[in-house]
């Protein structure tokens, strides 16, 4: 299905086109999703203030949604505000990132316009000061009649949480409807995720170097490629996600199964008989 999106290559950075190049256009991934990490960090080795870090991180989101547009990429999700960064962030902080969300949505509009970005957004949403949600809102209609990239920010948002959402919202619809909760399948509970409108990311990318989760998008990214990178995320760029991609594209994705090139041998030695296996031959998972 990809790409539905018109492409606008030619908008591309001369670097990014370079890379953009070496792509395979029938390999691109749909779903990108993205843990923005090392804000802190990025400020802290220049001796800066730490809400400096997440000043130049808001920099690269836009730069990085506009090469998504450019590509034709679908879906991006970007991981801006989690649960536990509510929680466990002093105060300040989390002040700044709210006022800093409200003057980014205000003051890159036009731009996601130009761009033909659609926002959404995934998360307890509802638990934000009611000002940001206003905003939020508010770029929400704007955008949505855009058809290009759709640039989702999960904000107050856990994957824990989600999956309790989804299982009490799948309770109230077993309550309204006799649904028998005992016959539960992957589907009914894909329905009631935050993200049930989208496809699971292909790509889940990480910067700054941590080998972690963090609770981003746990039921959806089963089957996703990780890709962790070095570079602070005030430091990445839309050459960067290209980057990235290219190394997605050298993966081979086997959601469990085989790869064509084993499948093919297995297929040839399909009458083997079981005899002639032994505990070196016992396949792996
Ligand atoms: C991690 O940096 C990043 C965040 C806590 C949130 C991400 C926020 C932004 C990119 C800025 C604003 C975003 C929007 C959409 C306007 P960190 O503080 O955990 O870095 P550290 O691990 O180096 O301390």
């Known amino acids: 299905m990809y790409p539905t ?25 749909s779903h990108v999703a993205i843990i923005m990490d090392g804000n802190g960090r990025w400020a802290g080795m220049r001796s800066l203030k730490r809400f400096l870090g997440h000043q130049q991180g808001a920099k ?5 949604t506009e090469t998504a547009s450019r590509i034709g990429l679908p879906w991006l999700t970007l991981y801006a505000f989690s649960l536990e960064n509510n929680l466990r962030r002093p105060r300040a902080e ?21 761009n ?21 809102r508010w770029a929400a209609d704007a955008t949505s009649k855009n058809t290009g990239t759709t640039l989702t920010l999960a904000l107050n948002y856990g994957g824990r949480s989600e999956l309790v959402d989804a299982f009490r919202s799948l309770a109230a619809e077993a309550a309204r409807t006799g649904m028998r909760l005992d016959r539960l399948t992957e589907e009914d509970l ?15 990318i990480r910067t700054s170097g941590e080998m972690r989760i963090s ?10 490629e990780i890709f962790v990178t070095e570079r602070y995320w005030p430091d990445f760029r839309g050459v960067h996600l290209l980057e990235a991609i290219a190394a997605y594209q050298r993966r081979e994705r086997r959601y469990g ?26 396949p792996v998972g």
């Open 60 to 64: 690269s989101v836009q730069l990085v």
């Open 257 to 282: 199964g085989l790869s064509d090139a084993e499948a093919e041998s297995s297929n040839a030695s399909e009458d083997e008989p079981a005899s002639t296996l032994n505990h070196e031959q016992t």
């Open 116 to 136: 033909n970005v659609r926002i959404h957004y995934i998360g307890r949403t509802h638990e934000l000061p009611q000002e940001v949600q206003d905003k939020m």
């Open 5 to 29: 999106i018109p492409l606008r290559v030619h908008e591309l950075t001369s670097e990014e086109k370079t890379v953009y190049a070496g792509l395979d256009p029938s390999r691109m991934p």
């Open 215 to 224: 609770n981003y998008l746990l039921w959806q990214i089963a089957y996703a």
């Open 190 to 204: 894909h329905r009631h995720l935050y993200t049930a409108h989208m496809p699971d990311p292909d790509l889940l």
């Open 94 to 114: 989390v002040n700044f990132l709210m006022r800093l969300l409200k003057s980014y949505l205000e003051s890159n509009l036009q731009r996601m316009m130009d």
